[in-house]
């Protein structure tokens, strides 16, 4: 069954200091993988997404991923935190054919002056 | 656009009452989803539309959780009767498939957050 993996729950990062959020995948097949981000309060909104074709794929608000097929993951970047940023992140894979989104269970980002 | 909307926003119960959320999909999309988020299970999928049609509800947790889309453009999603772990934050989304991409993103309301005492 697909699933996704998230294994950082909380991570707290220096505002101005690069993160990386962490996801690893399992699909058989090629898979549509998103991140989503949620502001207390708010409802999800995505990041970036990858379908095909360059495995770094740039997203809004300076975010970045990278799709590594060999290790099944899809791990989040960003540079240079900024204090906006703290907020829950949510990685997913889309279900060919079915339309759903299968999420992982979130990392929490803090970010410390 | 003013984005998916829902409501209410907050909804406090009691045990054994008839809750309804509501939905407002984008004006256009053609697939409907709602969730329930909770701290012990995260974001799961309970049932999602297509062009009205239910096409999956194996994430509905029981009987008493049912859903309905009556047009293109509402959508309710119910709890008879309410429990308290039927506590959570329910979120509709929706989304539009075209035929350049098999997969398009789904956009998200703000959220219900239910509380049932």
């Known amino acids: 069954a697909q699933s996704v993996t998230q294994p950082d729950i909380h991570i707290t990062v220096s505002e101005g200091a690069s993160l990386e959020l962490r996801c690893n995948y399992s699909y058989g097949a090629t898979p549509y993988l998103f991140w989503y981000v949620q502001s207390p309060g708010q409802g999800l909104q995505l990041l970036l997404k990858?379908?095909?074709?360059?495995?770094l794929v740039q997203g809004i608000k300076g975010f970045e991923a990278e799709f590594k097929r060999s290790q099944s993951s899809f791990n989040l970047r960003k540079p240079s935190v900024h204090w906006s940023d703290a907020a829950e992140y949510f990685c997913?894979?889309?279900?060919?054919?079915?339309?759903?989104?299968?999420f992982g269970t979130g990392t929490r980002l803090l970010v410390s002056p | 656009d003013a984005g998916v909307i829902q409501s209410p926003r907050h909804e406090v119960t009691e045990m054994g009452q008839e809750v309804t959320l509501r939905c407002k999909p984008i004006s256009g999309h053609d697939y409907l989803f709602w969730y329930r988020q909770t701290m012990m299970r995260g974001l799961e999928l309970l049932i999602y539309f297509n062009n009205n049609v239910p096409i999956d509800d194996s994430g509905m947790p029981e009987d008493r959780f049912s859903a309905k889309m009556p047009n293109a453009s509402f959508s309710t999603l119910k709890i008879q009767p309410s429990e308290p772990r039927d506590s959570a934050v329910y979120f509709c989304?929706?989304?539009?498939?075209?035929?350049?991409?098999?997969?398009?993103?789904?956009?998200f309301g703000p959220g219900t957050r239910l509380t049932v005492l």
């Open positions: 997913a894979v889309g279900i060919t054919g079915f339309q759903k989104l299968v």
């Open positions: 990858y379908f095909s074709g360059d495995t």
């Open positions: 989304a929706s989304s539009l498939v075209t035929y350049r991409a098999s997969y398009n993103e789904q956009f």
